[in-house]
């Protein structure tokens, strides 16, 4: 089991940057891949951003140059730094974890959710 609570979220003016977090507790030590995914009203919800156990980033092209998401291990917890908002980036952003080896046998597809933190940018 791990929880994931996200932080961070209000109300910006576009182009003003926010940092997003989500402490991430319980089975750490089982915790991979991380992400942002993000849903707008009226939209389905999409991946953001991904990033590995060792750093590896993985962008939407949507944020990419904007955005960036970095992780600390050592205290849990993952960040979304967001740069230069766009009215378009309003939405409910959600932290996903993957679930793996040794709380789950290899090759097992098992990942966690926030609750979510709201984004709503002003024009």
């Known amino acids: 089991q791990i929880d994931l609570v996200e932080s961070g979220g209000g109300l910006v003016q576009a182009g003003g940057s926010l940092r997003l977090s989500c402490a991430a507790s319980?089975?750490?030590?089982?915790?991979?891949?991380m992400g942002w995914y993000r849903q707008a009203p009226d939209k389905e919800r999409e991946l953001v951003a991904t990033?590995?156990?060792?750093?590896?980033?993985n962008y939407a092209d949507s944020v990419k140059g904007r955005f960036t998401i970095s992780r600390d291990n050592d205290k849990n917890t993952l960040y979304l730094q967001m740069n230069s908002l766009k009215p378009e980036d309003t939405a409910v952003y959600y932290c996903?974890?993957?679930?793996?080896?040794?709380?789950?046998?290899?090759?097992?597809?098992?990942?966690?959710w926030g609750k979510g933190t709201l984004v709503t940018v002003s024009s």
């Open positions: 996903n974890s993957d679930y793996v080896p040794p709380c789950v046998p290899e090759s097992y597809d098992m990942n966690y």
């Open positions: 990033i590995t156990s060792g750093g590896s980033a």
């Open positions: 319980g089975d750490t030590m089982c915790i991979g891949t």
